[in-house]
């Protein structure tokens, strides 16, 4: 179980395969998944935009651990949505269920095909690719702090967030999707005094990357270069 332990993957402890079932034994979170956050009627969890790079970060750390170092082999997740990233009670992002994943790959439930990239269901195939693409609709959810099949953007284009995220980065209204909260702290008078508010070279660079994962296929990033970028996005927010 060694290949299965990284700090931004929720850990499978063990399983049980008898007859025509599996049993699957993870580590306990401490905390809700993620999409839960962003459901929260009350809208009370505001995560800094430090806070949310790093989660970011955690999130393409987990999936570059899946893609490069399971037991010799590359792992497709094949469900990456943030209803399947768990944090736990420091913050700390990861990415749980990519052996059910794996096992099943074709989802089911209703309204989980604003995460699949173009061609995914037609082809049937998953590859990294497919990978990324998910990962870029999560961090625009990050971003905008909205589900991806949230009916703000399921009425506009009946496809989810991808689309609209792309077409406003496209014409230069990407703030009108933004979390209104960072959009206020984006005008403060402080900003370029404080690594809570967000700057905007390190807006750039992750929109940059965000929008680059929802591209064709054949011309999104590897995962190592998404972590890069946004590496480079946290610093210039908190050199």
């Known amino acids: 179980m060694r290949a299965y332990k990284h700090p931004n993957i929720v850990t499978l402890l063990g399983f049980c395969d008898e007859g025509d079932g599996m049993m699957l034994v993870y580590e306990h979170i401490f905390e809700r998944s ?9 809208n009370m969890y505001n995560f800094s935009w430090t806070h949310r790079l790093r989660m970011c970060l ?8 899946l893609h490069t170092k399971m037991a010799n082999q590359s792992i497709i997740h094949t469900d990456i949505r943030s209803a399947n990233i768990l944090l736990d009670k420091n913050g700390v992002a990861k990415i749980g269920y990519f052996v ?7 989802k ?7 995460y699949e990239g173009p061609g995914s269901e037609t082809t049937g195939k998953m590859k990294k690719e497919s990978d990324i693409y998910s990962l870029g609709v999560v961090l625009f959810e990050i971003f ?30 990407i703030q009108r999707i933004m979390d209104p909260r960072l959009k206020e ?11 809570i ?22 011309k999104r990033p590897t995962i190592e270069m998404v972590i890069k ?11």
């Open 229 to 239: 970028e946004l590496e480079t996005a946290l610093k210039l927010q908190d050199p």
């Open 108 to 114: 089911q439930e209703i309204g989980m095909k604003v």
């Open 185 to 195: 702290e984006t005008g403060h008078e402080d900003i370029s005094t404080s690594n």
């Open 58 to 65: 955690e999130i393409a750390r987990g999936l570059h651990h």
């Open 144 to 173: 905008c702090w909205r589900v991806a099949y949230d009916p703000v953007y399921i009425e506009e284009n009946g496809k989810g967030l991808a689309p609209v995220a792309k077409q406003c980065y496209d014409d230069g209204t």
């Open 197 to 218: 508010l967000p700057k905007q070279d390190s807006l750039d660079a992750f929109l940059k990357i965000a929008y680059e994962c929802l591209g064709e296929a054949a």
């Open 100 to 106: 059910i994943s794996s096992l099943h790959p074709r």
């Open 34 to 42: 993620l999409d839960d956050y962003m459901k929260n009627v009350d």
